[in-house]
């Protein structure tokens, strides 16, 4: 049985389902917005909770904030 932490989807597949570049995910990436797990061979693997940050991160962008910004969210939220 998978839990929602476990990655299972490649970069390709995940950036289809969230409707963002390839690029866009390795960039959230080096920003430190998601932590993607990793194959032994260091394949990108994205989980279900992957998903709903990346979601997230593009409803943030809507409105508006830049990436320094949308690293700050999850810190207010979880303050408030």
Sequence with gaps: MRTPGQGVYAISFAAELVGMG???LRLYERKGLLEPGRTLG???Q???NDLVTLRRIG???DLG???AGIRMVPELE???
């Design 22 to 24: 390839q690029q866009n």
């Design 42 to 44: 260091g394949t990108r």
């Design 46 to 48: 994205y989980s279900e």
């Design 59 to 61: 409803e943030l962008l």
């Design 65 to 67: 904030l830049n990436l």
């Design 78 to 80: 979880a303050a408030n």
